[in-house]
């Protein structure tokens, strides 16, 4: 076509040709007879002196014929363009300085078939090489590629080129018959791989084989009989094209006018010639009169007529390098046609041209870099036809796969895995090896939501998940909700508390002048302050936490309850202070450290201080841990800080009811065993709530609730309650009295009261009118003291009960008030 077409104008390109049979000796015989002169080649000093008629050569098709022929043109500087030879060592420009090929080297197809096959995820595969050149170089590339894609060889063999093949392909067979890999990558020629399909054949061993350059588009192979029994076949070539035109010249052969081809003349002698019949005869051979005129479509069918295209791109990359060398225009070349090959080597180099709309040029290693086809051998009958289904670009480094047109065996891509793969929610455990692994579940927080997933990935900030997750869900947040059960029940024992304490406050005020109220009626309105306080931080214990609502529920408890402690302490204190001493000038000096509201102000301010230091200090904060009773939520709680102040206030608040039960168990009386029991409620309390407190973190805000509302309560049924009910009772008495008879007075001698005793009833003193009941220690009494039946035991027994009573706390004369108002 370059002759034809005027590409070099006035110039014939012509050709030798050598067929080397795949032997290396026979190549370099062939390169050597190629560049006799006179006959024999000429041994040179320097290669700027040698001048062969053969300017270029094309070839090796194979690369243990290619690197020898390369060794040798590269001392002459004589250009040799392969269109098939791939091995890297090639691309070596100190060793192989002329050599250039129109495809890339293997370093880039052992990258693509790695790649191919971690497309499919197939990472355990078996490899069968071929022991020279090519087999060594495409292997040891393919096996580094294969590391970083993580796929592991389940076995390797190794085929010699000559010796013992057939008795070595057997084992190889047997080896790949009784191996788990369902993928096979085969390394070898067209000669080796029939020989390994037939004994596939023969047991009808079906594998997914992965074809390499050298074999992926033989005709020969895709006719073998029982092709369809080995399974699925894929692989690489070169990137390929049609040549124009090529398909009709191939069914119209026939030599130029006036040239001898004796190749043509040999194939229609086989093809058309009746005396001479073969496999290739053709049908219609005993028809023809004229061998060398008669045609067909047979090449068509019999060649892959694609695999030339690289020839074509081989002659044109030396066409036009020998076009700038000659400066040729469109109508002639004015350069010396007996130009030094090294000449056309240096501009070889450099040359870059367009071909079929595709630009062409060699790298700095004499290479192309466009890439590869990935092709599918399909059924076709009996046999089978290479289709491309996807390609390999070296810019991009990944490979493209049409998977539309690709048609599985089994209509699903093939399994060729050492473990069974990983579902959501597992990871991999790799063992020794990196292919093989246990599936374990994902830990909690961590999720995978893909197959065979390397490793879990971590939940995003505000979600988690649950072992062996393949999502992550948000976060469910748990607090006290105002609409929760225990929060209702809260709340309704906090607005009775508040009831409570209200009730009594308006109680006291209503009674004030009462004696059992007269003169504890502002100590037990502070304390009534102080309880309602306390309620109000338990009310602060419900609903979403935060800072603020932290720092109040803490501080209002411990003020406020400090608060109603600090009363009680006063009334327990004064009792004490009384019993200390029945002289008169002793409970004068004892009466000066009974000062109640002082005390009062000294410890509630000194809870103030320790609540302050908290705060600044060690402050509370809000919490969200996770919870270890509910799946996927988060506690928001409040913090308690390092706990030395939460500890120091509540140490000191049982300090103060250790003191109140102390002094009030020293003078214990009527008027003392309501401090007694509400100390006792509260230090049982908290006694049992602490361990829970530490130990359950999710439930301290239930246990200080439980433990304030205890406390509260402790305090309003021990000190209010007892006084509503006396005096309640009294009243009703009162009113008894009102309409019983009078009966004859008597002193109970066992209790020291005196009594108006009729028939089945008795009334206290306290309701009898002072006309009718008084007496002056001075004059004599008109009663006969004799018919009252008081003993000297009993008046002693009276005045010690008078003195212990919280209604009469002054001092007294030993003598008596001329008249008993009230007891």
């Given at each position: 076509?370059?002759?034809?077409?005027?590409?070099?104008?006035?110039?014939?390109?012509?050709?030798?040709?050598?067929?080397?049979?795949?032997?290396?000796?026979?190549?370099?015989?062939?390169?050597?007879?190629?560049?006799?002169?006179?006959?024999?080649?000429?041994?040179?000093?320097?290669?700027?002196?040698?001048?062969?008629?053969?300017?270029?050569?094309?070839?090796?098709?194979?690369?243990?014929?290619?690197?020898?022929?390369?060794?040798?043109?590269?001392?002459?500087?004589?250009?040799?363009?392969?269109?098939?030879?791939?091995?890297?060592?090639?691309?070596?420009?100190?060793?192989?300085?002329?050599?250039?090929?129109?495809?890339?080297?293997?370093?880039?197809?052992?990258?693509?078939?790695?790649?191919?096959?971690?497309?499919?995820?197939?990472?355990?595969?078996?490899?069968?090489?071929?022991?020279?050149?090519?087999?060594?170089?495409?292997?040891?590339?393919?096996?580094?590629?294969?590391?970083?894609?993580?796929?592991?060889?389940?076995?390797?063999?190794?085929?010699?080129?000559?010796?013992?093949?057939?008795?070595?392909?057997?084992?190889?067979?047997?080896?790949?018959?009784?191996?788990?890999?369902?993928?096979?990558?085969?390394?070898?020629?067209?000669?080796?791989?029939?020989?390994?399909?037939?004994?596939?054949?023969?047991?009808?061993?079906?594998?997914?084989?992965?074809?390499?350059?050298?074999?992926?588009?033989?005709?020969?192979?895709?006719?073998?009989?029982?092709?369809?029994?080995?399974?699925?076949?894929?692989?690489?070539?070169?990137?390929?094209?049609?040549?124009?035109?090529?398909?009709?010249?191939?069914?119209?052969?026939?030599?130029?006018?006036?040239?001898?081809?004796?190749?043509?003349?040999?194939?229609?002698?086989?093809?058309?010639?009746?005396?001479?019949?073969?496999?290739?005869?053709?049908?219609?051979?005993?028809?023809?009169?004229?061998?060398?005129?008669?045609?067909?479509?047979?090449?068509?069918?019999?060649?892959?007529?694609?695999?030339?295209?690289?020839?074509?791109?081989?002659?044109?990359?030396?066409?036009?390098?020998?076009?700038?060398?000659?400066?040729?225009?469109?109508?002639?070349?004015?350069?010396?046609?007996?130009?030094?090959?090294?000449?056309?080597?240096?501009?070889?180099?450099?040359?870059?041209?367009?071909?079929?709309?595709?630009?062409?040029?060699?790298?700095?290693?004499?290479?192309?870099?466009?890439?590869?086809?990935?092709?599918?051998?399909?059924?076709?009958?009996?046999?089978?036809?290479?289709?491309?289904?996807?390609?390999?670009?070296?810019?991009?480094?990944?490979?493209?796969?049409?998977?539309?047109?690709?048609?599985?065996?089994?209509?699903?891509?093939?399994?060729?895995?050492?473990?069974?793969?990983?579902?959501?929610?597992?990871?991999?455990?790799?063992?020794?090896?990196?292919?093989?692994?246990?599936?374990?579940?994902?830990?909690?927080?961590?999720?995978?939501?893909?197959?065979?997933?390397?490793?879990?990935?971590?939940?995003?900030?505000?979600?988690?998940?649950?072992?062996?997750?393949?999502?992550?869900?948000?976060?469910?947040?748990?607090?006290?909700?105002?609409?929760?059960?225990?929060?209702?029940?809260?709340?309704?024992?906090?607005?009775?508390?508040?009831?409570?304490?209200?009730?009594?406050?308006?109680?006291?005020?209503?009674?004030?002048?009462?004696?059992?109220?007269?003169?504890?009626?502002?100590?037990?309105?502070?304390?009534?302050?102080?309880?309602?306080?306390?309620?109000?931080?338990?009310?602060?214990?419900?609903?979403?936490?935060?800072?603020?609502?932290?720092?109040?529920?803490?501080?209002?408890?411990?003020?406020?309850?400090?608060?109603?402690?600090s009363c009680i302490l006063v009334k327990a204190l004064h009792i004490f202070l009384e019993l200390m001493s029945s002289n008169p000038a002793k409970q004068r000096q004892l009466r000066k450290f009974d000062k109640p509201f002082v005390i009062i102000g000294i410890l509630t301010a000194s809870q103030a201080l320790i609540c302050i230091f908290w705060m600044v200090f060690d402050p509370v904060d809000v919490e969200e841990k996770q919870s270890k009773t509910q799946l996927l939520t988060l506690n928001r709680l409040c913090t308690q800080g390092s706990m030395y102040g939460f500890g120091a206030m509540h140490v000191y608040i049982a300090l103060l009811a250790v003191v109140c039960f102390g002094l009030a168990f020293k003078g214990r009386d009527d008027e003392t065993d309501p401090i007694v029991f509400s100390m006792l409620i509260h230090l049982f309390a908290w006694l049992c709530f602490i361990p829970i407190f530490i130990t359950q973190y999710e439930s301290r805000p239930i246990v200080q609730i439980s433990g304030t509302m205890v406390s509260n309560y402790g305090v309003i049924f021990c000190h209010f309650t007892p006084k509503w009910f006396k005096i309640f009772s009294e009243k009703a008495e009162t009113l008894k009295a009102g309409k019983a008879p009078v009966a004859p007075l008597t002193i109970d001698s066992d209790s020291g009261v005196i009594s108006n005793l009729t028939s089945g009833s008795?009334?206290?003193?306290?309701?009898?009118?002072?006309?009718?009941?008084?007496?002056?220690?001075?004059?004599?009494?008109?009663?006969?003291?004799?018919?009252?039946?008081?003993?000297?035991?009993?008046?002693?027994?009276?005045?010690?009960?008078?003195?212990?009573?919280?209604?009469?706390?002054?001092?007294?004369?030993?003598?008596?008030?001329?008249?008993?108002?009230?007891?």
């Amino acid at each position: 076509m370059i002759n034809d077409s005027g590409f070099l104008p006035g110039i014939q390109l012509g050709y030798l040709m050598c067929d080397p049979c795949a032997y290396a000796t026979k190549a370099l015989h062939c390169v050597a007879d190629m560049l006799a002169v006179n006959g024999s080649l000429t041994v040179l000093s320097g290669f700027s002196k040698f001048n062969p008629p053969v300017k270029a050569f094309l070839g090796e098709r194979y690369t243990e014929t290619s690197i020898p022929a390369a060794k040798l043109l590269s001392l002459y500087k004589i250009p040799q363009v392969s269109c098939s030879s791939s091995a890297a060592a090639l691309s070596d420009k100190l060793r192989y300085t002329s050599f250039f090929r129109v495809i890339p080297s293997n370093i880039y197809q052992s990258q693509a078939l790695a790649k191919l096959m971690r497309h499919f995820n197939w990472d355990w595969i078996g490899i069968v090489s071929l022991d020279d050149d090519y087999g060594k170089g495409i292997y040891e590339n393919f096996v580094r590629h294969a590391e970083k894609e993580r796929i592991c060889f389940d076995f390797d063999e190794v085929i010699p080129n000559y010796d013992n093949v057939k008795q070595r392909i057997q084992e190889v067979a047997d080896i790949i018959r009784n191996a788990t890999a369902r993928v096979v990558v085969l390394f070898l020629r067209i000669q080796q791989v029939e020989m390994l399909f037939e004994e596939m054949i023969k047991t009808n061993t079906s594998r997914t084989w992965i074809a390499s350059n050298a074999w992926s588009m033989s005709r020969l192979l895709m006719k073998m009989k029982g092709i369809n029994k080995v399974g699925d076949i894929i692989g690489t070539t070169f990137i390929t094209g049609k040549i124009p035109g090529f398909e009709d010249y191939l069914q119209n052969l026939r030599p130029r006018p006036g040239v001898r081809n004796d190749f043509i003349m040999e194939y229609k002698q086989m093809r058309f010639n009746c005396s001479q019949q073969s496999q290739h005869t053709s049908p219609l051979a005993c028809n023809v009169t004229d061998p060398q005129e008669a045609n067909d479509d047979y090449l068509l069918q019999a060649v892959d007529v694609t695999e030339a295209y690289s020839q074509r791109v081989a002659v044109y990359a030396v066409a036009h390098a020998m076009k700038k060398l000659l400066q040729c225009n469109d109508t002639a070349c004015s350069g010396d046609t007996n130009f030094m090959p090294y000449e056309l080597l240096h501009i070889l180099r450099k040359v870059n041209f367009t071909l079929d709309n595709q630009t062409y040029k060699f790298n700095e290693n004499g290479d192309f870099d466009d890439g590869y086809d990935i092709m599918m051998w399909k059924k076709n009958g009996d046999e089978r036809i290479s289709e491309v289904v996807g390609k390999y670009l070296i810019k991009t480094g990944d490979v493209e796969i049409y998977k539309y047109k690709i048609p599985w065996t089994n209509t699903t891509v093939p399994l060729s895995k050492c473990s069974t793969p990983c579902p959501p929610g597992t990871e991999k455990n790799i063992n020794y090896i990196s292919c093989c692994y246990n599936c374990t579940n994902c830990s909690e927080g961590y999720y995978s939501d893909e197959w065979d997933q390397l490793a879990c990935e971590k939940c995003p900030e505000g979600s988690w998940s649950l072992p062996g997750s393949r999502e992550c869900q948000k976060w469910s947040i748990w607090f006290l909700e105002w609409s929760a059960a225990y929060s209702i029940v809260v709340m309704i024992g906090t607005v009775i508390g508040a009831l409570l304490l209200v009730f009594s406050f308006i109680f006291y005020i209503l009674h004030r002048e009462k004696p059992i109220i007269k003169g504890i009626l502002v100590i037990s309105c502070l304390m009534k302050f102080g309880l309602m306080v306390s309620f109000g931080g338990v009310i602060l214990f419900l609903g979403s936490p935060n800072i603020h609502l932290c720092r109040a529920q803490q501080t209002m408890y411990g003020l406020g309850f400090t608060l109603c402690v600090s009363c009680i302490l006063v009334k327990a204190l004064h009792i004490f202070l009384e019993l200390m001493s029945s002289n008169p000038a002793k409970q004068r000096q004892l009466r000066k450290f009974d000062k109640p509201f002082v005390i009062i102000g000294i410890l509630t301010a000194s809870q103030a201080l320790i609540c302050i230091f908290w705060m600044v200090f060690d402050p509370v904060d809000v919490e969200e841990k996770q919870s270890k009773t509910q799946l996927l939520t988060l506690n928001r709680l409040c913090t308690q800080g390092s706990m030395y102040g939460f500890g120091a206030m509540h140490v000191y608040i049982a300090l103060l009811a250790v003191v109140c039960f102390g002094l009030a168990f020293k003078g214990r009386d009527d008027e003392t065993d309501p401090i007694v029991f509400s100390m006792l409620i509260h230090l049982f309390a908290w006694l049992c709530f602490i361990p829970i407190f530490i130990t359950q973190y999710e439930s301290r805000p239930i246990v200080q609730i439980s433990g304030t509302m205890v406390s509260n309560y402790g305090v309003i049924f021990c000190h209010f309650t007892p006084k509503w009910f006396k005096i309640f009772s009294e009243k009703a008495e009162t009113l008894k009295a009102g309409k019983a008879p009078v009966a004859p007075l008597t002193i109970d001698s066992d209790s020291g009261v005196i009594s108006n005793l009729t028939s089945g009833s008795r009334e206290s003193t306290h309701s009898i009118p002072q006309s009718r009941f008084s007496f002056a220690e001075s004059e004599p009494s008109n009663w006969d003291i004799g018919s009252l039946h008081l003993s000297e035991a009993s008046i002693a027994s009276f005045r010690h009960r008078r003195q212990r009573s919280w209604r009469s706390r002054r001092l007294r004369p030993t003598s008596w008030n001329p008249t008993i108002r009230s007891l």
